[in-house]
Structures are given as C-alpha cells and as structure tokens.
C-alpha cells in the first residue's frame, strides 16, 4: 500500500488550486517506473481571483519531485518537468532502477513538491489519502499487444488474468502514449464478441472473458487517433501502455502495462505471401545492416500498387545510449538492394563496443505513394540487435573452384562464438548493372566455418551449386554463370551475400579474381544507387523470425 499526503507550503495562494486533492501515484513494475498523476482541481472554472492555472500557466514548464518517508531515499530524489495543460489530467513519469523501485513500492506515505516559474515558487498541495492498491498490468495480464493499421483502426490483443476489475461504466480504458513533456491518452473499448461490428462498448462481463480492445477510426475519435499515429511516426520508441482506471468510494485504481509487442497490420499480405521475410538488424565493425529477406533482393512478393519510396528506419539502444538512423530510398533502388547498411555513427560504434544483453532495436519499414503519405508499414519491434564479428572478407573466383577469405574481429565476445553447423552455410554472387541485381548463382559450403578463428578461407564448386526459385538467374547453369562471371569482373563491381551462423554484413572493400586476372576494388560507404555487398546472414541467431 502506498499512501499520499502533501500539505500546503509556501504562499503561492493563485496555484494552490491547479490540482485536485485525489491526486495520486502509481508503480509500473514492469518498467520501474513511478507516475505522479495531476488530477486538475474539481473547480478550476470556478476561481475568479487570479487564476493563474487559466490564465498564466498553461504551455509553460513544472517540475515534479517526490519524496517518501524514507529520508534514505533517494538521497537526490529526481526532478522531472512537465508542460502544465489546464484542467486535464498531467501523468509525470519518474523512471527508477529495480533497487529504488523495489525499495519504495512498499511505502505508506509520499508527498510531491512542484516549482512554477514565477520566482521559482514552490507549491505543495493539500490531498486526502490515497491508496495505491496491488494491481498491476504483469498480474493482470499474461501478453499484450498493439496491432495498427497506419492512420487507421488500432486493436489491442490481450490474454488476461483473473483480475477483481468490474467492466462496467467505471472503467475507463485507454492507451497512453507520450508526446513531448505530456502524457496523452487515446480511449478504446473492449470487444467482448463480434469485432467487426458497433459491439465496443463496456459491458457487464467477466474481465478474464476479454481479449481484444479496440479503436475505431471515426469522427469522435479521429484527432486522438491521429494525434497517436503523429506521434508514432516521429519515434517509434516512445513509452506507449494499455491503462485500466476506475474509482472505487473515491479511491482510484489504475492497471497499466507497457505493451510486451507493436505489431503493423500486414494490409497487402506481405508478410503472409513471403515466407523469406524476414526484418533482422546487426552491429559490424563498419555499419549497421538490415537483413530484409532471406533470398538475395529485398523486393518483397505482394501488392506494390501506389507505392514510389520506401523510408527505412532503425532505433537501436541499450541500458545507456539511443540512436536513430534512417535512409529513404525508391521503390526500384529498394527492390533491388541486398538488405539495408547505414553509416556507423559515434553512437552504434559505443553501441557494438558496450554490446550486452540490453542491445535491442526497432526495425520499421514504411512504403509511401506519391504525395509521401505511410500506406504501408512493416515494424520489428524490440528485437535483439546481433553483434558481427567478420571485418572484412574476400571472393576468389578461379578456373576450377571458388573461395571466401573471413578475417574475424579479435574480441572476446566474437571469439565466444561457436564452430557453424557443417551445409548450413551458403554463398549467392551477383553484380549491379544500371541499379538491378543480377544473380549468378547460389552455393552451399561443406566445409564448417570457425567464427573463433582469426582469419579462415572457406571453398566451393559447382558440384555445389543449386538454385533458389525467388531470384532471377542470369544463366541456368553454374558454369554458365562462372563463365559471365569472368566478363563481368572486367565491366562491374562483383558482389557475394554469404548465409553463415552469425553474420550479416555489407562490407567496404572487395577482391575478386578469375584466373590470372585481378582485380582490387576500394569502396566507399554502401549507397543505393551502386555498390559491392558482401552480406553475411544469421541463420541460428534468427530462429524462425
């Protein structure tokens, strides 16, 4: 049980009314995190002297402290600032470690102070007690997640526990997203049976019986829906919960969980139709790679009607960075890309060398028509970012027999990595002539490849060739396509994409050869238009994504 008091201070009478007395604080255990919410005061219109909270405040910045009645914690306990917003509730998160939030959660009295900007004055509210009960969104709830259709409906996938949460005109239910220094709320309903119907209004059932939620694009709702899709687009990795509120003999109660997945409705069957879709991210020595497909291009096999550019976005981070890339390509220069590189920054390069269990990132994929309008997405969202370990590699084409040279990155974490699984390992040479992918060929190792060695070369003939029905060959046969191979090297940059145990990588610099004949190529940064890719692809590391 948590219990709130906070009396008056100060003599800042013109904000003593701002908020309400039930003003409380939440626990999220799932994100260690604290929320103080504001309730406005009952009868905000009410003041006619000075109301400041009207006239003066709104738009302008708070800040937030709270302290227990534990003087050991925290010995600083955070400040945090807010937009003040007039009569509406203001929800100010205090993100804690797992020791402080375990340390706290079990207090019996709290206070908060809040700092206006008129001569820093400090304002403390009276409250009545309020009791901060032992819901909460892990025992109510076993999995949830959002699925959106892009500046459409919104529904929420759930599987319930046995929570006491009465449905009926109490509850409100609704997602809460943040947008800026405010939090802001997007209300959905349950759907207890037929979805597709008006059937998303509260009713008298049992909370365990419910396991969709539902936003409806309509003209009640449309600004919120759309202020959410907004704010979404701008970054997808904003905190983003289902909240379930409701007031018991003036007790509120709120349940909120962080969404466990964010899923993009598969509109055009993308995802269904490709069984070589994949959306994989890794950290190399030299840039950040997206693996799009499995097969060599990453020209996805559905509906492309209306689409003129794909935006390519990756939000990585770990428990201490964050960085965004992005790059926004053609449909022609996407379809015919071997996966996805982005320059390395200051960021990923600490994100590779601090590499631990926290690495994760957001993969999202948005296919726009001619005015730049989303209206298609793909999104993998809190995946594992892989680490890569090969930095560099070369192809050595020769009259009888092939090879790839790896030289592997002297880590500790690289040199932890397994011996690969004997035929799982494969090889596809291509070139780009006038920004199309034409493919030569495909191979599968025999030999094992060694990811604890420094440097390794790998070897393969045409007994090992084979043919993958997604991609377009030059030539049907493997000798054929050696023989193009040898024309080629002279007029166009050769590249290879490799299927390994752990690697995905576009790497900078190639040598090929063909008999006698070779040919050294310095590349520069991997662009859309033209380039050498040597792609590495995780099959383990993967699984079944």
Not at 173 to 191: A, H, K, R, S, W
Not at 271 to 297: A, H, W
Request: glycine residues 4%.
């Amino acid at each position: 049980m948590l219990i709130i008091q906070i009396a008056l201070l100060g003599d800042a009478v013109s904000f003593s009314d701002c908020f309400s007395p039930k003003s409380y604080i939440s626990g999220d255990e799932l994100t260690n995190q604290l929320q103080l919410h504001l309730l406005p005061f009952e009868s905000l219109d009410l003041i006619v002297s000075e109301n400041l909270c009207k006239s003066y405040l709104p738009g302008k910045i708070v800040v937030a402290q709270i302290h227990f009645d534990d003087i050991s914690f925290p010995q600083t306990a955070p400040q945090i600032k807010f937009a003040y917003v007039y009569n509406k509730e203001i929800i100010v998160n205090f993100p804690l470690s797992p020791t402080d939030f375990t340390h706290v959660i079990d207090k019996e009295n709290a206070m908060y102070e809040l700092w206006y900007d008129i001569n820093l004055i400090k304002v403390n509210n009276s409250v009545g007690s309020i009791v901060l009960t032992n819901y909460n969104g892990t025992n109510c709830f076993q999995k949830l997640e959002l699925v959106y259709t892009i500046n459409g409906n919104m529904d929420v996938n759930v599987i319930p526990n046995k929570c006491q949460i009465t449905i009926d005109s109490n509850l409100l239910t609704y997602i809460e997203f943040q947008d800026g220094l405010v939090n802001n709320q997007l209300q959905i309903f349950p759907c207890v049976s037929d979805c597709s119907t008006s059937e998303y209004q509260l009713s008298l059932t049992s909370f365990d019986q419910i396991t969709k939620y539902r936003v409806i694009k309509a003209p009640g709702i449309d600004n919120q829906l759309q202020a959410f899709y907004k704010r979404f687009v701008e970054d997808r990795n904003i905190r983003i919960s289902l909240n379930l509120k409701f007031d018991t003999n003036g007790i509120y109660t709120i349940v909120s969980r962080v969404f466990d997945n964010i899923i993009a409705n598969d509109t055009r069957e993308c995802k269904k139709n490709d069984k070589n879709l994949i959306l994989y991210g890794v950290l190399n020595p030299f840039s950040v790679q997206i693996q799009v497909r499995e097969s060599m291009k990453c020209q996805l096999l559905c509906d492309m009607s209306g689409i003129v550019s794909v935006r390519a976005e990756l939000y990585l981070w770990d428990d201490k960075i964050t960085e965004r890339i992005n790059q926004t390509l053609t449909l022609d220069e996407y379809n015919n890309n071997v996966g996805m590189a982005f320059k390395n920054t200051p960021k990923t390069d600490l994100l590779r060398a601090n590499y631990n269990e926290f690495s994760k990132a957001n993969i999202v994929f948005s296919f726009m028509n001619a005015n730049g309008e989303i209206v298609y997405e793909m999104l993998k969202y809190r995946d594992k970012i892989y680490l890569a370990c090969v930095s560099r590699a070369s192809l050595h084409i020769n009259e009888d027999h092939s090879c790839v040279d790896y030289y592997f990155d002297n880590t500790s974490t690289c040199t932890g990595n397994v011996i690969s699984e004997t035929g799982k390992d494969q090889i596809a040479i291509f070139y780009k002539d006038n920004g199309v992918t034409e493919s030569l060929g495909q191979f599968k190792f025999t030999q094992v490849v060694d990811y604890g060695k420094l440097k390794q070369r790998v070897c393969f003939t045409c007994a090992q060739y084979f043919l993958d029905a997604v991609d377009s060959y030059e030539n049907p046969t493997c000798e054929q396509n050696m023989e193009q191979a040898k024309k080629m090297i002279k007029k166009v940059q050769l590249g290879f994409v490799i299927n390994s145990k752990f690697e995905f990588i576009i790497f900078h610099a190639v040598v090929a050869e063909y008999g006698n004949i070779y040919m050294p190529f310095a590349i520069g940064v991997v662009t859309a238009a033209l380039m050498i890719v040597i792609v590495v692809i995780s099959h383990a590391q993967r699984g079944t994504k």
